[in-house]
């Protein structure tokens, strides 16, 4: 078995990444730098169909599908198993069961291999996922981490060296926009539902701005309460809900408190640069807000392309190089590492 210092001498470093933490089954192969394959099998239409991701369903086709998922990813590389250096897989957070079957065959392939096993923190794949779309982008940089369980500013020091500066007191971003799309009756998943009405409405609603103790909190709460109640009023006085106008309405004020919080955080701590991670990163209204008050503040901002926002495994494999490479060595995992449901990326002032 190689050990870490033979891994980091490793010229094309060769990782195969699994990612099974929530809807898609996603497999992917990097050698060096260069993304060989990233395939992504998602699960949204199952789910569709219940208003949102079943854990169950979400395990059980997660075991049904994760074979031929890395087969297809070895394929489209044009590597066999024996080319791979090591196997990295999402450990957490996400959702158990689905968690379970990724590390259950990320655990039997690199046994089998007699290659290391590599555990990746799944939001910490999101921030590197700007790794593959930007390989420009070198620390430090302020990060803006957008997903559907975690909403945080933070300082990506180095590499490996997350510091956060503030974080969601209530619903993450994404959930803040599925919450919305339900009331609003758009089905799963609701974030490209609301940003595809929105561009149909206007801002005209006025929103709540929520007043935070620490200036890098936020709090969606407020915004999806006060959609609710308009909503519920409109229904009662027996008036059309101008639905687009919903959306837009809180499309904009979500963005805006993530844009002036990134923003922030780049004047204060004069790092001109600010990284989007996670889903939400993928929607319009918030890219073209962040690069136009980039613009305005000389603020370099960063995006990985749309696909690399959401869930998949190339980000995994990214991550899992960067703490071959630049980690303390805790990346090591042996067969009794185990799926952790909640995992915090680090703690607020801490890195
Ligand atoms: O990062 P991600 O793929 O999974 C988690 O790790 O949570 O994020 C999923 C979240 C969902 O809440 C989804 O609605 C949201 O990202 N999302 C979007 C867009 N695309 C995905 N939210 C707003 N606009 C989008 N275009
Ligand atoms: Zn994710």
């Known amino acids: 078995m190689k050990t870490l210092e033979e891994l980091k001498a490793k010229e094309d470093l060769t990782i ?4 099974s933490s929530c809807d898609e089954t996603a497999c992917a192969v990097l050698k060096g730098t260069a993304l060989l394959s990233s395939i992504i099998s998602s699960q949204i239409d199952i789910h569709k169909q219940y208003g949102g991701v079943v854990p169950e ?3 059980r086709n997660h075991t049904l599908n994760v074979g031929s ?3 297809s990813a070895l394929a489209e590389a044009g590597v066999s198993l024996k080319d791979i250096d090591a196997i ?4 957490g957070a996400g959702l158990l069961g689905a968690l379970l079957v990724g590390v259950g065959y990320a655990k039997a392939l690199a046994y089998s291999l007699s290659i290391p096993l590599i555990k990746v923190n ?3 794949g999101h921030i590197a996922a700007n790794y593959i779309s930007n390989p420009e982008l070198v620390p430090p940089y302020v990060g803006l981490i957008v997903s559907g369980g975690h909403t945080a500013v933070s300082v990506v020091r180095t590499y490996t060296d997350i510091e956060i500066l503030g974080s969601t007191a209530d619903d993450a971003a994404g959930e803040a926009f599925d919450k919305v799309a339900r009331v609003i009756g758009l089905p799963y998943p609701g974030g490209p539902q609301v940003e595809k009405l929105a561009k149909e409405g206007k801002a005209s609603i006025e929103m709540p701005e929520p007043k935070m103790e620490n200036e890098y909190d936020f709090s969606y709460s407020g915004l999806k309460t006060a959609v609710i109640n308009y909503v519920h009023t409109k229904e009662q ?3 059309e809900v101008p639905r687009a106008d919903v959306a837009a309405s809180f499309q904009t004020a979500a963005v805006n408190m993530l844009v002036k919080a990134a923003v922030k955080a780049a004047e204060k701590t004069g790092i001109k640069k600010i990284a989007i991670a996670g889903g939400v990163g993928a929607n319009g209204a918030l890219r073209e807000t ?4 980039g613009k305005k503040h000389n603020i370099d901002v960063y995006f990985p392309t749309k696909i690399m926002c959401t869930d998949n495994a190339a980000m995994i494999a990214m991550e899992a190089r960067m703490q071959i490479l630049y980690g303390d060595g805790s990346c090591l995992a ?3 590492l185990d799926a952790k449901a909640s995992m915090p990326l680090g703690i607020k002032g801490k890195r």
């Open 334 to 336: 042996d067969l009794t």
């Open 69 to 71: 998922v890395v087969d």
């Open 16 to 19: 195969l990444a699994i990612e």
């Open 88 to 91: 990295a897989v999402t450990y």
């Open 57 to 59: 369903i979400a395990s």
């Open 290 to 293: 962040l690069s136009r008050e």
């Open 237 to 239: 006085k027996g008036e």
């Open 122 to 124: 799944h939001i910490r």
